[in-house]
């Protein structure tokens, strides 16, 4: 499959300012996830595959998200 992230978002009809609403984070934040300038949190890149109903496996590696640090109590 040679369709990049952003292919699959406009087929399915976001901007790139929609995703960034939906996902609560600034554009400038996403369109770097896009070009690949940006390292994709693990929670982020599960929240774009919801959005865009597609599977995270097909546009994130594991070399391209990070995992978020999480709080320990």
Do not use: H, W
Not at 4 to 18: A, H, P
Not at 35 to 52: C, W
């Amino acid at each position: 499959m040679n369709r990049s992230l952003s292919d699959v978002r406009v087929e399915k009809g976001y901007t790139q300012d929609d995703m960034s609403k939906l996902l609560r984070i600034g554009i400038s934040t996403y369109n770097q996830y896009e070009t690949g300038a940006r390292s994709v949190p693990a929670d982020i890149a599960t929240e774009i595959s919801k959005i865009l109903l597609i599977n995270v496996s097909e546009f994130f590696l594991p070399a391209k998200f990070t995992l978020s640090k999480s709080k320990v109590s």
